[in-house]
């Protein structure tokens, strides 16, 4: 089984909300990502967890704030965005942050109005 | 970002024609991978390759990794429908003891007509 979920599927929020994504996998593996993707772009990274720690923040603002409350879960907390990071945001995972594969789920579609 | 050159950007053929994408970087990774991508859905896994060399089939899909670590081609034979999607590669590099990063190619688009 290399199924990862994300939740929700689908979210609109405003620039004054407070929202958050949520990851999960229960293939036992150790390190998690957050991804961002824009229309015929390919995924860019924005953290890493390995071992429930923080590993690689690549530069993300400050309104996307991470959480990994256990090795199967993984957060992204949104507050005050902007409609430029409407997007869909794709968690995946691999064994470790290794030289491991990563496994994707299917991601939360985000529009910001 | 960085990303990887990756060719053609995209494909319009026949059924049951063969296809060739191939990735091209300036820098070596430890780690290629091919992932595919339909419309409002994450990157499935195809191939993973993990030498230098290394020629890898999955199906109708054949992989290989090349010989200066720094390319990859992926080959479809016998398209089919199902096949229409977006192809990415991806190579990885072990950035820490404990994190590696993927950097993506550009994709290729591919759509096959019946």
């Known amino acids: 089984d290399t199924e990862v979920t994300q939740t929700p599927k689908h979210l609109v929020m405003g620039m004054t909300n407070k929202k958050s994504l949520k990851c999960e996998q229960h293939?036992?593996?150790?390190?998690m990502y957050w991804y961002k993707q824009k229309a015929k772009k390919p995924p860019e990274l924005m953290f890493v967890y390995s071992y429930e720690k923080l590993s690689i923040n690549e530069s993300v603002p400050s309104r996307f704030s991470p959480e990994c409350p256990n090795s199967s879960l993984l957060n992204l907390h949104l507050h005050a965005l902007q409609p430029e990071d409407s997007a869909l945001y794709l968690c995946a995972s691999s064994q470790d942050a290794g030289t491991d594969t990563q496994y994707f789920g299917p991601g939360t579609r985000l529009t910001v109005l | 970002g960085q990303q990887l050159n990756q060719s053609p950007q995209s494909m319009f053929i026949q059924e049951g024609e063969d296809v060739s994408m191939n990735c091209t970087s300036s820098s070596i990774f430890n780690t290629w991978l091919w992932y595919k991508q339909e419309p409002g859905e994450g990157p499935v896994l195809l191939i993973a390759?993990?030498?230098?060399?290394e020629l890898t089939s999955n199906g109708r899909l054949t992989a290989q990794f090349g010989i200066t670590r720094k390319d990859s081609f992926l080959n479809i034979s016998a398209s089919i429908p199902s096949d229409v999607g977006i192809y990415f590669c991806a190579g990885q590099l072990l950035f820490t003891g404990t994190a590696s990063k993927l950097t993506f190619g550009t994709g290729t688009r591919l759509q096959v007509t019946l």
């Open positions: 390759l993990y030498k230098a060399g």
């Open positions: 293939m036992g593996h150790r390190a």
